[in-house]
């Protein structure tokens, strides 16, 4: 089903019950409902869909951040709290293991209930844990609150994910989504270089301080400003929203669709049956989702390590303090940013030329995947020399070029993926995002638990030279059939829902 086919009108009743349907049942639903011909896409006017990107690609840099600007501090805690650096870099592993389980929980629900008020929620859990953590000195409570943390943060990427297919179509997605992931991967520039001066200046209670302060603004700012986007609450954007999915300061006066809009719909009452808890994990049922989630856990995972692992190094083989390693960081976040910007504009400029040959008869599958294999093949190599350089202690800016390049093309690799999961799935878009990030960082957190264990058996480059050819060799079959047969368990899938 077309994105540009989603519902402008449904009464409470029959979206309540609609909600309880099961998935083929809720896709021939969908079907029925149309927007009419005269009506945009989205009735925001274009300044306001940048402003709803900006604030989404905003949202998803605080996980990322939260995560990079921990890292230099990493040698410290280890001190400060008398623990191993496999210890200290468990408090990660935790981060990174319900970094992707909390959003089956916040996806579903911004799904039904508003990106609005779900992602205001998200933020207060996030402030509590920092605000926690900026006073504690006990590991295990260490572990506890950064678990809370990664639930208040890390959703805000599905969210994020979902406010940009409420408002973009696909011709404009993939420029709207690298600056998206340009935010959401801006966190590995910034993060390590605010988290080495805090824990410089003063010490690594410091940058949780600094994150409780930057999140209690943040969240203040989303209360006052970001508006409503679901579709299934406000269509297009001329539907007027109300309570909670008001901003309090309204960013614009006349829509582009309609001079007097007509209320929103209001979503279900709050029920086990309409949160829809099961929805990112549902969407492992589906072939190519699955398949394509695991092309892009396994490259990400060996990303996360190239960068969880620079502390301790940096640390033992060239004795920089905190301050000098955040400054290290800098290679592994403007790469990705680079990275980000640059697909995006490669991913519309490709979208147009396949609708110019083959119309809507195009392989959405293999118009955004096409480039996968060389942006992974230019990532592994990069890897696994940054490894080698790494483990003789060559000259450091040698290793820090090597994570430069090889964080711009993972960077790219995924944004690929990121990209058709939101075209094929353009009305859960939130979900299918929350299933993506669910088996990347189960697998990152799996790479990153065992990653210094393997370090101190066989050194840092054959571990590296290891995960490089995994992560090379694991994903391209898998990436072939999905190109392959994409289009066939699409169409399938949509034969179903109109059934």
Known sequence: MSSSEHASS????????????????????KEAETVAADEPYSAF?????????TVASASGFMSPFAINIYMPAVPDISRHLHISSAQALLSLTTYLIFQGLSPSVWAPLSDTYG?????????LVFLAANLGLSFTNVYWLLLVLRMLQACGASSAIA??????????????RGSYMGYFQFGTLLGPSIGPIVGGFMAQAWNWHGVFFFLSAFGGVYMIFLIFFLPESLRALVGNGSLQPVGVWRTIVPLWTKRTY????????????LHIKTMGFDKPWRMYGQPDVALMIATYAIPFGSFTLMSSCLSPVLYDNYELNSWQMGLCFLGIGCGSAAGSIAV??????????????????LNLHHVRMKYMPHFNILFSVFFIVNGWLLNYTIYLAAPLIMQFFASWFAVMYFNCINTVLVDIYPQRAASVTAALNIGRC????????????????????WTQTIFGLVSLLAPMPIAWAVMRYGPTWKHRRECVSRE
């Open 115 to 123: 990106r609005r008020p779900i992602l205001v929620c998200t933020f």
């Open 10 to 29: 449904l009464d409470i009743e029959s979206r309540t019950s609609h909600e309880a349907e099961t998935p083929a049942v809720q896709e021939k639903g």
């Open 344 to 361: 995006g504009h490669l991913l519309d400029r490709e979208y147009a030329r396949a609708m110019g040959v083959h119309g809507d008869q």
């Open 258 to 269: 309609g001079t007097k809009p007509k209320p929103m719909r209001m979503p279900p009452k």
């Open 45 to 53: 006017p274009r300044p306001l869909k940048v402003f709803i990107v």
């Open 159 to 172: 969210i994020g994910a979902g406010c940009i297919s409420d408002v973009s179509q696909q011709k404009e």
């Open 442 to 461: 189960l697998t990152a957190a799996g790479f990153v638990a065992a990653s210094q264990y393997i370090i101190d058996a066989i050194g840092y480059g």
